[in-house]
């Protein structure tokens, strides 16, 4: 049977898909907002390191294998429910519920293999199959690290977690496959949906305080920082932008581009994400009060990590890199001591003008050159 036509747009069902990602992230949200720690961090982190990876797999897989059929749309619903299962589990996930984690993960990989090794593009269905066992192994992990609990638990998806993003560096790359446009624009949607997250945060933050003055302007600065991060992202056309250097990357034959582009370097976006989200429902719930250290740096460090993980990504796509962008990620890091010193709402104003500086001079300077 020949190959598949290329898929060039997203479809409505990958949109729906998508839905329960911005659940995901609001449940991420939720367990770093109640543990601003250490270790409430390094759950945050690990956990979405593996849920990504599965996530960014999905995205693969609508790009090589569109569900234009009954039989794969059902499929694809099937997964969702079991991303809807894990993600409820996730605020609990290392305190009693990481059994129910671990199995509704094996059932997304279980849904994902099979979506793979059925395709009618031989190419496709041959190269999944050497790899579906060892999503498999993976999934099996972080079941019996759930069903273990306690120092296993953490070590077992830890390692899951670092072993499974290496592991594209061990087989052929398949990024030659890919369709640029819906790629791209795939993931663009993960980023809207997930900026749809600060939204939320500032209705949650807001919800159970009194809407005084105070309160007003911390739900306007709490919106436009979410409107900075999603200039951020799509100003300046961006997504026009990235596709073009996706496909210029992979021509010049960039290695494990769509892995080194959208890959973990979107974990760490995405957490960025969730760390700004947990920090402004902090600072909208109460916009007088000063900061912690903690919720300080997860407004800062936040903001700081999405600027940085959004460069690294366009630099894997052989964009240039923005100098604006990365001074405003030290300043925005910067203002993790104006969160501790001064009113919550005096750290997100700060921040708010950090990123409007950045990108008037940005576009003051021109359009940044990409590498020869």
């Known amino acids: 049977m020949s190959e598949a036509a290329e898929v060039t747009e997203v479809s409505r069902l990958e949109l729906f898909f998508d839905l329960v990602f911005v659940f995901t992230i609001t449940q991420f949200t939720t367990l770093l907002t109640r543990h601003p720690t250490a270790a409430g961090a390094a759950q945050t982190a690990v956990m979405l390191a593996i849920v990504w990876w599965m996530y960014g797999g999905y995205a693969w897989l609508t790009n090589l294998v569109p569900p234009d059929r009954a039989a794969r749309r059902i499929a694809m619903v099937c997964g969702m429910a079991s991303y809807l299962v894990l993600a409820l589990t996730i605020p609990r996930a290392f305190h009693g519920e990481g059994l129910t984690f671990g199995l509704a993960y094996l059932l997304v990989v279980l849904v994902h293999g099979g979506l793979f090794t059925v395709s009618t593009r031989p190419s496709l269905a041959i190269i999944y199959r050497g790899f579906f066992p060892v999503n498999v192994a993976f999934a099996l992990i972080v079941v019996a690290g759930g069903a273990i609990g306690g120092a296993a638990q953490y070590g077992l998806w830890t390692l899951v977690a670092c072993a499974a993003w290496l592991s594209p560096r061990l087989i052929p790359d398949q990024s030659h496959l890919l369709g640029a446009h819906h790629f ?20 949650i933050g807001a919800s159970s305080a009194s809407l005084d003055a105070a309160t007003l302007t911390a739900i306007a600065l709490g919106m436009a920082m979410a409107g900075c991060l999603w200039w951020a992202y799509f100003g300046a056309d961006d997504d026009r932008l990235r596709e073009a250097g996706f496909t210029r990357a992979i021509a ?29 429902r902090h600072g909208v719930a109460d916009p007088g009060s000063h900061l912690t250290g903690p919720q300080a740096l997860e407004l800062g460090g936040g903001v700081a ?15 240039g890199i923005s100098p604006a962008r990365m001074t405003a990620a030290a300043a925005a890091l910067c203002t993790t001591a104006v969160g501790i010193a001064l009113p919550a709402g005096l750290q997100e104003a700060a921040l708010v003008a950090v990123l409007t500086v950045s990108f008037i001079l940005e576009r003051r300077s021109g359009p940044v050159a990409a590498p020869a």
């Open 305 to 319: 990590l999405f600027l940085v993980a959004d460069q690294v990504s366009r630099a894997a796509m052989a964009l």
């Open 252 to 280: 010049m034959g960039r290695r494990l581009v769509g892995v080194r582009a959208f890959g973990l370097v979107f974990v760490a976006l995405l957490g960025a994400v969730v760390a700004t989200a947990a920090g402004v």
């Open 184 to 203: 791209v624009e795939r993931h663009a949607l993960v980023v809207l949906v997930a900026l749809g997250e600060s939204v939320v945060a500032v209705g």
